[in-house]
């Protein structure tokens, strides 16, 4: 059985849409419909009239798509494909952080789960967090989980970030370290660097661009040569929206293992036997829409 055919064949009859995430295996990205950073995927899983929607990232993201679209069937064809920064903050942590500071608005990364998402003012993604932190009315944001985008954020907006938990971050991005910079600029002295905003203070200090995934993609016109500090399927994704450009991983292992778990059997299955289907409680799925909402809205302001 080719597998690629059979996914294009069950994708036509069932009325799917198959939307990837950036950092997904190449073969996934050569099959979805859709590739795109965490802003974008939303705003696609918003607007499509497709009856099924399999979501080819982490948890959160597939989650997401069935907020923004809670009459579609959404399919995450493997639930132990879990983003590990999402993990790491917990409902209690916003509910004492609001304790602490009740005139603070609180604005949730992307990558955190419905449940927390429901006690958020607002969300952001890495493409829009500085633009909702500067829109949102209030000089002091309770923002979480990650600190590296935090810092990011507080720089260029100079409101006072509550960052929560204190120590929240993604296992992929602070692998990069300023000698990974040093030997980047050694070997590719022609190159310029971008950079995820997920990545620690010194490694975004040195970057020509800071940029979320979807950015990047923008940025990348203006230069022919990149050195990439992001997971490193980016740079596939990279090479073959422009051939003619050279695009380097600033490490061959910054590698996403749960983006990794979706495979093109998987993918397969999902869309034969329709699982694994996500399901949301119905009140938290009400209140996290609010904030999903919010962004939009904090977006054109
Ligand atoms: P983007 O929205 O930039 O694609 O980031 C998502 C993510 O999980 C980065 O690690
Ligand atoms: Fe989560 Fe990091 Fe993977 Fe992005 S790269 S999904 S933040 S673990």
Redesign the pocket.
């Known amino acids: 059985m080719n597998l690629k055919e059979e996914i294009l064949r069950l994708k036509k009859e069932k009325n799917a849409i198959i939307l990837a995430?950036?950092?997904q295996r190449p073969e996934i990205q050569d099959i979805a419909d859709f590739i795109?950073?965490?802003?974008?995927?939303s705003m696609k899983a918003k607007e499509t009239d497709a009856d099924i929607i399999v979501f080819c990232g982490?948890d959160f993201?597939a989650e997401v798509a069935k907020i923004v679209n809670p009459e579609k069937k959404v399919l995450h064809p493997e639930p132990k494909a879990k983003?590990p920064?999402a993990a790491m903050l917990k409902p209690e942590m916003i509910l004492e952080a609001k304790r602490r500071y009740p005139n603070a608005k609180v604005v949730l990364y992307?990558?955190t789960t419905a449940k927390c998402k429901a006690y958020a003012d607002a969300i952001c993604?890495?493409?829009n967090a500085v633009e909702v932190v500067k829109n949102i009315d209030s000089d002091i944001v309770i923002f979480g989980p990650d600190v590296n985008l935090a810092y990011y954020v507080e720089k260029r907006t100079g409101k006072r970030i509550i960052p929560i938990p204190e120590y929240g971050h993604?296992r992929?991005?602070i692998m990069f370290e300023p000698k990974d910079v040093w030997e980047a600029r050694k070997k590719y002295p022609n190159a310029k660097l971008l950079v995820?905003?997920?990545c620690i203070p010194e490694i975004q200090e040195e970057a020509d661009e800071i940029?979320?995934?979807?950015?990047?993609i923008k940025k990348a016109c203006l230069h022919d040569e990149w050195v990439v500090f992001?997971?490193r399927e980016m740079c596939y994704r990279l090479s073959k929206i422009y051939p003619n450009k050279k695009f380097y991983p600033a490490r061959e292992d910054a590698i996403?293992i749960n983006m990794k778990r979706i495979t093109l059997e998987k993918v397969y299955e999902s869309l034969k036997y329709e699982r694994f289907e996500v399901k949301i409680n119905e009140e938290i799925m009400k209140r996290a829409k609010i904030a999903i909402e919010n962004m939009f809205k904090l977006m054109k302001k």
Do not use: R
């Open positions: 995430h950036n950092y795109g950073d965490s802003l974008e995927l982490v993201m983003c920064m992307i990558n993604t890495s493409a993604c992929v991005h995820h905003p997920e940029a979320s995934t979807g950015q990047m992001t997971e996403c």
